[in-house]
């Protein structure tokens, strides 16, 4: 997420902001451990605001979770980018509150949700004590997934990790180490090319003003400089490197149109720029057998 405007993704995450004691945004390059901890905090401190603004959107409360993979409002339950999940071990990377884990059981998969925030998980469990519809949670950074080789069926993210880490290459070949041969790894991001404009959903996230290939991570700082918040970028070349390198094929790549029905803000996205590039990538992978 390249330098937000003034006032633009700021006043959506004061308390977050205020709690962590940001003050500013620096570029610095971050190994996972820091990155890793700045996210923990991040989430954990953001949990309520997060679901305050986007919780129904994504079902958080519904009786049986749901499965959005995206602001465009992609479903799962249209999609079918997981194929059949009937009777699946499925691992959710970036579960945040679990809704999409929770909406995989209702379709009859074994879903396993895993993040790296108590606060984001707990938001999951609180809704799995009024509905009643549980699955597993974990929490576990992506970057080392603690299971065993040829764990699950399916692995899927939807914005989950895959943007926070550090190493997201080597949060590929954890994917496919877990993986079962037959298996599809399916995870939604920020479209790369999103990277070279402001975080603003208005006129002023028309304009480039970052290099696409500048892939310094987006970093938030207290007075101290400890990082509060980070996002890497990988251009669309690097994700398809990552990819490959892990031993995965690619394919899919689905770009979202911005629907007609939707004109709600989430963040960047908005009707206004959802109309002229597209704001999510999403890759569609398989373990070959």
Same mark, same amino acid.
């Given at each position: 997420?390249?330098?937000?405007?003034?006032?633009?993704?700021?006043?959506?995450?004061?308390?977050?902001?205020?709690?962590? !004691?940001?003050?500013?945004?620096?570029?610095?390059?971050?190994?996972?451990?820091?990155?890793?901890?700045?996210?923990?905090?991040?989430?954990?401190?953001?949990?309520?605001?997060?679901?305050?603004?986007?919780?129904?959107?994504?079902?958080?409360?519904?009786?049986?979770?749901?499965?959005?993979?995206?602001?465009?409002?992609?479903?799962?339950?249209?999609?079918?980018?997981?194929?059949?999940?009937?009777?699946?071990?499925?691992?959710?990377?970036?579960?945040?509150?679990?809704?999409?884990?929770?909406?995989?059981?209702?379709?009859?998969?074994?879903?396993?949700?895993?993040?790296?925030?108590?606060?984001?998980?707990?938001?999951?469990?609180?809704?799995?004590?009024?509905? !009643?519809?549980?699955?597993?949670?974990?929490?576990?950074?992506?970057?080392?997934?603690?299971?065993?080789?040829?764990?699950?069926?399916?692995?899927?993210?939807?914005?989950?990790?895959?943007?926070?880490?550090?190493?997201?290459?080597?949060?590929?070949?954890?994917?496919?180490?877990?993986?079962?041969?037959?298996?599809?790894?399916?995870?939604?991001?920020?479209?790369?090319?999103?990277?070279?404009?402001?975080?603003?959903? !208005?006129?002023?996230?028309?304009?480039?003003?970052?290099?696409?290939?500048?892939?310094?991570?987006?970093?938030?700082?207290?007075?101290?400089?400890?990082?509060?918040?980070?996002?890497?970028?990988?251009?669309?070349?690097?994700?398809?490197?990552?990819?490959?390198?892990?031993?995965?094929?690619?394919?899919?790549?689905?770009?979202?149109?911005?629907?007609?029905?939707?004109?709600?803000?989430?963040?960047?996205?908005?009707?206004?720029?959802?109309?002229?590039?597209? !704001?999510?990538?999403?890759?569609?992978?398989?373990?070959?057998?």
């Amino acid at each position: 997420m390249p330098e937000p405007a003034p006032g633009a993704s700021q006043d959506r995450h004061a308390d977050a902001n205020a709690q962590l !004691g940001t003050v500013g945004v620096s570029r610095a390059r971050l190994d996972s451990a820091t990155s890793q901890r700045a996210s923990r905090s991040w989430w954990d401190a953001d949990a309520d605001a997060y679901h305050l603004t986007h919780g129904e959107f994504l079902g958080v409360d519904s009786d049986a979770g749901e499965f959005v993979w995206c602001p465009e409002g992609l479903h799962e339950g249209d999609m079918h980018l997981l194929g059949d999940v009937e009777g699946k071990a499925i691992l959710e990377v970036g579960c945040g509150s679990a809704p999409c884990s929770r909406w995989l059981a209702s379709q009859g998969a074994r879903p396993v949700g895993l993040d790296l925030s108590m606060g984001m998980l707990a938001r999951g469990l609180a809704a799995m004590e009024r509905t !009643g519809n549980r699955v597993s949670l974990v929490q576990a950074g992506a970057e080392y997934l603690p299971f065993a080789n040829e764990s699950f069926d399916i692995a899927c993210s939807a914005f989950g990790a895959v943007p926070f880490v550090a190493d997201s290459a080597l949060l590929m070949r954890e994917v496919a180490r877990v993986l079962r041969p037959g298996g599809r790894w399916v995870f939604a991001v920020n479209h790369p090319m999103r990277w070279i404009f402001p975080d603003d959903p !208005g006129e002023a996230g028309l304009i480039a003003t970052i290099s696409y290939f500048d892939r310094s991570p987006y970093v938030e700082v207290d007075a101290q400089g400890t990082p509060t918040y980070v996002e890497h970028h990988r251009t669309l070349g690097d994700r398809v490197r990552e990819i490959v390198a892990a031993g995965l094929v690619l394919e899919d790549v689905v770009e979202p149109d911005w629907p007609e029905w939707l004109d709600r803000e989430w963040g960047q996205w908005s009707p206004l720029r959802g109309a002229l590039f597209p !704001g999510t990538a999403i890759f569609v992978t398989a373990k070959p057998l």
